[in-house]
């Protein structure tokens, strides 16, 4: 069985690249301890801000690592969910 590795794309290896990448990962991870944060708040529903929350932080690292379209994809998604969510419960 052979495993790829995928290659970084060449605006990720670029000294600004790598800052978007380090941005990408410590919004992530901020963004997933407020939400986790705004669950201990929530009366009721406080399960979909922590499922989000735990969804939000790995995502955000994975897309650092390496940045496809798919990760940043998820990533975008799951940012985008939080307002959505919140508004909701």
Do not use: E
């Not at 290896?13 to 991870?29: D, E, F, H, T, Y």
């Not at 201990?40 to 499922?51: E, H, M, N």
């Not at 989000?52 to 390496?66: F, N, T, Y």
């Not at 998820?74 to 909701?88: D, E, H, N, R, Y």
């Amino acid at each position: 069985m052979t495993t790829t590795t995928p290659v970084l794309q060449p605006w990720a290896s670029q000294p600004m690249g790598k800052a978007a990448r380090i941005a990408i990962a410590a919004g992530g991870l901020v963004l997933a301890t407020l939400v986790l944060m705004t669950a201990t708040i929530v009366p009721s529903g406080s399960w979909a801000l922590i499922a989000l929350g735990v969804v939000l932080a790995p995502s955000a690292i994975r897309a650092a690592r390496i940045p496809t379209p798919t990760r940043l994809l998820v990533l975008g998604v799951s940012v985008l969910a939080i307002p959505l969510t919140i508004q909701f419960l």
